[in-house]
């Protein structure tokens, strides 16, 4: 196993026990466990991720520390956009939607103002880091 698969079992172990908090390069932060399919394998998969809560949307940002490459969750949600999300003690059905523009640039400027990390990432790339829009579904408790 990777260490990066160690560490996020690790988190996704945390998470999961704390009711959604959990520590380390974490702590203190709004985490979500975002469940996905492989664009190509169509395996499982469970990452770990910050958000941006946005009027009953949950925001992610696919940027991978700041790589010239997208990460595989990134081609996930885009090929297959329904998801689902834990998010403390719930699970959520979700769609995800890449948010493009204006709206990219204002919730991604949002989100490396409380957390400056992120600004440094989009530095070290020049892609732009897309941003995605996880709306729960209908009939899934927000």
Do not use: C, W
Request: glycine content about 10%.
């Amino acid at each position: 196993m990777s260490d990066t698969n160690d560490f996020n079992a690790r988190t996704i172990a945390e998470f999961r026990a704390h009711h959604g908090q959990v520590g380390g390069n974490f702590a203190g932060a709004p985490l979500l466990l975002l469940h996905t399919v492989g664009a190509r394998s169509g395996a499982p998969r469970i990452n770990p991720m910050m958000y941006l809560s946005d009027q009953g949307r949950y925001l992610v940002f696919a940027s991978k520390a700041g790589s010239d490459r997208n990460p595989d969750r990134y081609h996930n949600l885009i090929a297959h956009p329904d998801v689902r999300i834990e998010v403390g003690d719930r699970t959520l059905a979700v769609r995800a939607v890449e948010l493009l523009g204006a709206e990219r640039d204002a919730h991604f400027a949002e989100q490396a103002r409380r957390y400056p990390g992120f600004a440094g990432y989009q530095r070290a790339t020049e892609r732009v880091i897309p941003v995605i829009a996880l709306t729960p579904l209908e009939g899934t408790p927000s």
